[in-house]
């Protein structure tokens, strides 16, 4: 709808919503345009009446880290929804059981974990993202998934419905699974089990240095951008990506880092469409070479 109806429709939320609200600053890319509403929730009670009140007539979308985001430079026809602080709470449940908020930082999970000698959770140390990103693309790595610590998720529809799903009624698949894309996750509790701290500081400290020494790091990407694609064939997608493509290709400020061809970085102003033209081009020259489709691991946000 149009921004001075939707104005009027969410007036009791004014004082928490930002229309017209710069993106750029708020991805890992560091690429975007403006959003025709931003809605920072720090309440649930507050967020189910927002959604209530709007009855599912905007496009919505919740941003997390913004870590494995590509946003449009054109204005964005929606609202974006951004967790606050009471979302990003942890506690311990029955000695084994984290409950964590879905606006948690991964690594803050991780971090959590180990200072209450539960092991399992080390891998998400090397996760950039949030804990609701996580159970959204079932993020892992070093041979982990969110879901195998995953017990269930509290989550809220678009209605403004609250429900509890439990991890085994979800069907989860690499980096996917089959939860509906209206719900807004709020928390989820995970399952680790009794270790010692200094084993388990010891493995998330092997897990930093291994990513650190393979992966690029404080510069302007978006992490992973494509998914392996293991049911048809064993290599690695950033092997085919460097049989496939020149590793000097650009478009604008958007090219392939030098440390890992699976990570798409902006050098300086790149813009949506240049890093959306190389994402397409490599995906494009991959299959042309080796007659292998890769999917985006990336959520690409546009109109």
């Known amino acids: 709808m149009e921004t001075n109806k939707l104005k009027v429709l969410l007036k009791k939320f004014e004082s928490k919503i930002i229309y017209n609200e710069d993106l750029k600053k708020k991805n890992w890319f560091n690429i975007g345009g403006k959003t025709k509403a ?3 929730v720090n309440d649930l009670n507050d967020l189910i009446l927002f959604l209530k009140t709007l009855k599912n007539k905007e496009r919505l979308f919740i941003i997390g880290a913004g870590s494995n985001t ?3 430079d054109e204005l ?3 609202i974006i ?3 606050g602080s009471n979302f990003n709470r942890l506690s311990i449940l029955n000695e084994n059981i984290i409950i964590s908020g879905t606006a948690v930082f991964d690594k803050k999970l991780s971090d959590y974990a180990a200072e209450n000698n539960l092991t399992g959770f080390e891998f998400l140390s090397c996760i950039p993202g949030t804990v609701g990103g996580a159970i959204k693309m079932n993020a892992g790595c070093f041979n982990q998934e969110i879901k195998d610590i995953l017990v269930s998720i509290q989550a809220v529809d678009n209605f403004g419905n609250v429900i509890t799903i439990p991890s085994n009624k ?7 699974s089959d ?3 209206d719900l807004i996750f709020l928390s989820a509790s995970f399952k680790g089990i009794k270790g010692i701290k200094k084993n388990i500081r010891e493995k998330i400290l092997n897990f930093k240095k291994k990513k650190e020494k393979n992966q690029p790091s404080k510069i302007k990407t978006g992490g992973s951008t494509f998914k392996n694609p293991y049911k ?3 290599k690695k997608v ?4 460097r049989e496939s493509v020149p590793p000097d290709i650009s478009f604008g400020d958007a090219c392939i880092s030098e440390k890992h061809s699976n990570f798409f970085v902006n050098k300086g102003n790149a813009k949506f469409n240049d890093m959306k033209k190389l994402i397409d081009f490599v995906a494009e020259s991959v299959f042309k070479k080796t007659g292998i489709s890769i999917e985006k691991e990336i959520k690409i946000l546009e109109n």
Request: glycine share 6%; hydrophobic share 40%.
């Open 38 to 40: 931003f809605y920072k």
């Open 70 to 72: 590509l946003i449009t």
């Open 76 to 78: 964005f026809d929606g």
């Open 81 to 83: 929804i951004k967790l």
């Open 170 to 176: 979800i069907k989860f698949n690499y980096r996917g």
């Open 179 to 181: 939860l509906p894309d």
């Open 232 to 234: 048809q064939t064993d």
């Open 238 to 241: 950033w092997e085919l990506i």
